[in-house]
């Protein structure tokens, strides 16, 4: 069963960092491309980025690139996203998912991060 | 960034009606998928490759389309498919995913 967990989330002030963790298991991690896509409360779903089997290939949302850095660590079947300073717009529920041709075919259950002073 | 437009937003359904929600693509000749999202939970995948139903998905859902208008459909709704559907592409120039605004399906 693929399962997808992430972690890391909670409060934070305005201008602070964060890291979040996903980890993967019940699939064969490193033969996956991963992504992170973000839900604020009460809106839609917000794409952030994927990367690759081995990380040679990073994609990111171009308005989103310079607060967010994806990376994975094949020896432990574990995706990060590293955020800059964070503002209150970051506020939203984050999911890890993995990606598979074109789609996102299994999603984390999500956690969420409450940018707030 | 793009958000893929649907239509409608919001629409009720009554126990046996028909229901088809839509999707408009940025980019011609991509294939089009479709998650649900239930209320408080993840978004599930639902249709992949505009018509290939994920596993466990009703056969009472379909998808079909072409070009750059893509369509999800509910052949007879039931009370379990009150849920909020997204459409979803990849991946053009920039590549990138892109997520429809979402269609809250409710129960009449």
């Known amino acids: 069963e693929v399962k997808l967990v992430e972690s890391g989330g909670g409060l934070v002030q305005p201008g602070r960092s964060l890291k979040l963790s996903c980890a993967a298991s019940?699939?064969?991690?490193?033969?996956?491309?991963m992504a992170w896509v973000r839900q604020a409360p009460g809106k839609g779903l917000e794409w952030i980025g994927e990367i690759n089997q081995d990380s040679s290939t990073i994609n990111y949302t171009p308005s989103l690139k310079e607060t967010f850095t994806i990376s994975r660590d094949n020896a432990q079947n574990i995706l990060f996203l590293q955020t800059s300073k964070l503002g209150s717009e970051d506020t939203a529920v984050y999911y890890c998912?993995?990606?598979?041709?074109?789609?996102?075919?299994?999603w984390g259950q999500g956690v969420m991060v409450t940018v707030s002073s | 960034d793009n958000v893929l437009p649907q239509s409608p937003t919001t629409m009720a359904a009554s126990p046996g009606e028909k229901v088809t929600i839509t999707c408009h693509a940025s980019s011609s000749g991509i294939h089009m998928n479709w998650h649900q999202q239930k209320s408080g939970t993840s978004p599930k995948l639902w249709i992949y490759?505009?018509?290939k139903l994920a596993s466990g998905v009703p056969d009472r859902f379909s998808g079909s389309g072409s070009g750059t208008s893509y369509s999800l459909t509910i052949n007879t709704m039931e009370t379990e498919d009150a849920a909020t559907y997204y459409c979803q592409q990849c991946c053009s120039t920039p590549h990138m995913y892109t997520f429809g605004a979402g269609t809250k399906l409710e129960l009449k």
């Open positions: 998912a993995r990606a598979h041709s074109g789609y996102i075919d299994y």
């Open positions: 019940g699939f064969n991690f490193n033969d996956y491309w």
């Open positions: 490759d505009t018509s």
